[in-house]
T-cell receptor
Framework: GQQLNQSPQSMFIQEGEDVSMNCTSS?????WLWYKQEPGEGPVLLIA?????ELTSNGRLTAQFGITRKDSFLNISASIPSDVGIYFC???????????FGQGTRLTINP | EAGVTQSPTHLIKTRGQQATLRCSPI?????VYWYQQALGLGLQFLLW???????NRGNFPPRFSGRQFPNYSSELNVNALELEDSALYLC?????????????FGPGTRLTVL
């Protein structure tokens, strides 16, 4: 079945550092999404990407939809304590309307 | 605008029992999705309902079922509970089914099977 490989699985960084994580797939997706999940809550949408090559920002977050439509990355600049959480990439299987998720990247920030 | 709401927050059942989980979508959203987030298995697609009909289901046994009501709220039923059904069950809703109709998630129901 379709799978997304997300890396790294975890990151331990200092406050103020930049963060980069990425997702790759063996299948093509026409929509890539990045969500953040905090303990006891559901995933919250951060950025949605709809076009190959698209680069989209949301505050300190920037995400890109790979040209091949098989990958995406998320960057967080100048990390702050509230960035702590698990970040998931997801690809939308159109028609079936199901999201296929990566395994998540757990971000820990040392103040 | 209220987000997706789910109830109950927590549910404890014993093996063999049935569980019913409820979801209210964002106002105006007609599609509802259910996902299972089990420890070590990540987020897995369970079911998709649109306009009261089941449109797609993931790789789960038939004892996972549900329905969507005329007001677009939804129920997920899990029969003959097994220990491995313990997980966070997430409901999401979208305005429609176009590519840009993003899925927004609720806070989830934590189901524990003893």
């Amino acid at each position: 079945g379709q799978q997304l490989n997300q890396s790294p699985q975890s990151m331990f960084i200092q406050e103020g550092e930049d963060v980069s994580m990425n997702c790759t797939s063996s299948s093509i997706f026409n929509t890539w999404l990045w969500y953040k999940q905090e303990p006891g809550e559901g995933p919250v949408l951060l950025i949605a990407l709809y076009k190959a090559g698209e680069l989209t920002s949301n505050g300190r977050l920037t995400a890109q939809f790979g040209i091949t439509r098989k990958d995406s990355f998320l960057n967080i600049s100048a990390s702050i304590p509230s960035d702590v959480g698990i970040y998931f990439c997801a690809g939308l299987v159109q028609g079936a309307q199901k999201l296929v998720f990566g395994q998540g990247t757990r971000l820990t920030i040392n103040p | 605008e209220a987000g997706v709401t789910q109830s109950p927050t927590h549910l404890i059942k014993t093996r063999g029992q049935q569980a019913t989980l409820r979801c209210s979508p964002i106002s105006g959203h007609t599609s509802v999705y259910w996902y299972q987030q089990a420890l070590g298995l990540g987020l897995q697609f369970l079911l998709w309902y649109d306009e009261g009909e089941e449109r797609n289901r993931g790789n789960f046994p038939p004892r996972f079922s549900g329905r969507q009501f005329p007001n677009y709220s939804s129920e997920l039923n899990v029969n003959a509970l097994e220990l491995e059904d313990s997980a966070l069950y997430l409901c999401a809703s979208s305005l429609g089914t176009r590519a840009r109709d993003t899925q927004y998630f609720g806070p989830g129901t934590r189901l524990t099977v003893l």
